[in-house]
């Protein structure tokens, strides 16, 4: 699998535009990048997936570079509600295989 | 429609007792997971199960075992507890997300077991 590096920490003002970066320099052609986010220990919680296209959601945005060795999760409008650890996970999409979860990055928003 | 489902939430053990651990999924997925996640680390894969009727071991399989008792049900069982076990413990499902590609993880909300 492709390994992904996230920045530990971050914050961000509420009301503001929150961009998570991710690198996944050894992203093979047929897998997905996924984003996912914990809130205060609770089971994580899906919030976007691509695998070329920039893709967007209810939720968030998901830019990723043309050569897909990175990304970006845009969350538009921070809330305080926001505030989570957000991991970015790069997989092949098959049955049966795991997400595998890193340290992710943790966001504070602020008010 | 509930999901992925755990039980139970909270649970103190002794050291060597045992416990079985339940999830049950109402999503019609394939794929089952169990994940473990200690404090302020991420989730470390225990046991999955791709389809009914196969299990295999993760990064952290030891001390633990499962059973897919049918599509629906994933059990994850402590033979004898140890307090290195004390963790939170998590269960997903996933299935093909079809013409998005890819596929979807849905996650219970996780049973906090501590061992004494």
């Known amino acids: 699998d492709a390994k992904t590096t996230q920045p530990p920490s971050m914050d961000c003002a509420e009301g503001r535009a929150a961009n998570l970066p991710c690198n996944h320099s050894t992203i093979s052609g047929n897998e997905y990048v996924y984003w996912y986010r914990q809130i205060h220990s609770q089971g994580p919680q899906y919030i976007i997936h691509?695998?070329?296209n920039n893709e967007t959601n209810e939720m968030a945005s998901l830019i990723i570079t043309e050569d897909r060795k990175s990304s970006t999760l845009i969350l538009p409008h921070a809330t305080l509600r926001d505030t989570a650890v957000y991991y970015c996970?790069?997989?092949?999409?098959?049955?049966?295989?795991?997400?595998?979860f890193g340290k992710g990055t943790s966001l504070l928003v602020t008010p | 429609n509930a999901g992925v489902t755990q039980t139970p939430k909270f649970q103190v053990l002794k050291t060597g007792q045992s416990m079985t651990l339940q999830c049950a999924q109402d999503?019609?997925?394939?794929?089952m997971y169990w994940y473990r996640q200690d404090p302020g680390m991420g989730l470390r894969l225990i046991y999955y199960?791709?389809?009914?009727?196969?299990?295999d071991k993760g990064e952290v399989p030891n001390g633990y075992n499962v059973s897919r008792l049918n599509k629906r049900e994933f059990s994850l069982r402590l033979e004898s507890a140890a307090p290195s076990q004390t963790s939170v413990y998590f269960c997903?499902?996933?299935?093909?997300?079809?013409?998005?590609?890819?596929?979807?993880?849905?996650f219970g909300s996780g049973t906090r077991l501590t061992v004494v």
């Open positions: 691509g695998l070329k």
């Open positions: 199960s791709a389809s009914e009727g196969t299990t």
């Open positions: 999503m019609n997925h394939n794929s």
């Open positions: 997903a499902s996933s299935a093909p997300l079809g013409t998005q590609g890819g596929y979807g993880y849905t």
């Open positions: 996970i790069v997989r092949v999409g098959r049955s049966g295989y795991a997400l595998n």
